[in-house]
C-alpha cells in the first residue's frame, strides 16, 4: 500500500462492543466514520458509516479498521461460506466462520491494512460471540468485548459495571452508556449508535439513533 493511501484511508476508528447475557449477546457500535492522519491519528470527520452488519440470518459482527477492507472482507466470506456450504451439503458453524474471517484479518495486516470483527450468532438454540483481532486470532468470549479507538473509554464502564449474571435489558442500557460515554471522550467515535440483540430465537435491532449536529 502506497503512503498517500495510507494518509487518506477511510477508518472506522470507533467504538464497538459485545456484551454476553443470560439471555443473549448486545452488539453495539458508533457511526462516526474517519480519515487516518499520517501519523496514525484522526484527522477529520469523514460522515456516517454502519459498523454493525448482517453477515447471515443467523450472524451479525461489528467491524473497526479501514472500512473498505472490513466490508471487502464481509462480501468475500460470504462468498467462499457460501461455495462451502454448498460443497459440503451443510451449513458452516459461528467458529469456522469466525476463523475464517481470522485468515482475512492476518492477511491484511500482512499487507499493510487493520481490520478487525466481533461477531453474534445463534446455532443450535445456543448463542456465541467471538472476536478476531487484527493479528489473526479468533476466540470464544463469555463475557464483554470492546474493539476500537474508544475502549480505553468503555473498559472502566464495563470493568466496574459487567456481572456474570447480567439480563438482556440490563445488557442493552450498560451498552447504551457506553458507547454514548465514549462519544463524549473519544474524537474518533461518535454521530450515533446502533444495538442488536442476538438471542437463541431472533436477532433484533434494538434502536438505530443518528444525533442532529449543531
Known amino acids: 500500500m502506497d503512503e498517500n493511501s495510507k494518509k487518506h484511508m477511510l477508518k472506522t476508528g470507533t467504538t464497538t462492543l459485545g456484551i454476553v447475557t443470560t439471555e443473549g449477546i448486545v452488539l453495539a457500535a458508533d457511526k462516526k466514520a474517519t480519515y487516518g492522519s499520517e501519523y496514525g491519528g484522526v484527522s477529520y470527520i469523514a ?36 461455495i462451502k456450504d454448498l460443497r459440503e ?21 500482512q499487507s499493510g491494512g487493520v481490520i478487525s470483527f466481533l461477531l453474534a450468532g445463534k446455532e443450535n438454540g445456543k448463542t456465541f460471540f467471538y472476536d478476531v483481532t487484527p493479528d489473526g486470532m479468533a476466540r470464544e468470549v463469555k463475557d464483554y468485548k470492546i474493539d476500537g479507538s474508544g475502549m480505553m473509554h468503555v473498559n472502566a464502564i464495563l ?8 439480563s438482556l435489558k440490563e445488557g442493552i442500557a450498560l451498552a447504551k452508556r457506553c458507547i454514548i460515554g465514549s462519544s463524549g471522550r473519544d474524537p474518533a467515535s461518535g454521530i450515533g449508535y446502533e444495538i442488536w440483540t442476538i438471542t437463541p430465537d431472533k436477532i433484533k435491532r434494538i434502536e438505530d439513533k443518528t444525533w442532529e449536529l449543531d
Open 47 to 82: 460522515g456516517e458509516v454502519q459498523k454493525i452488519h448482517e453477515f447471515n440470518e443467523n450472524i451479525m459482527l461489528t467491524i473497526a479498521g479501514a472500512a473498505a477492507s472490513c466490508l471487502r472482507a464481509i462480501q468475500t466470506a460470504k462468498a467462499q461460506i457460501k
Open 89 to 109: 451439503k451443510k451449513k458452516s458453524t459461528i467458529k469456522e466462520i469466525a476463523n475464517l474471517f481470522s485468515i482475512m484479518a492476518i492477511n491484511a495486516l
Open 159 to 166: 470493568d466496574t459495571e459487567y456481572k456474570k449474571n447480567i
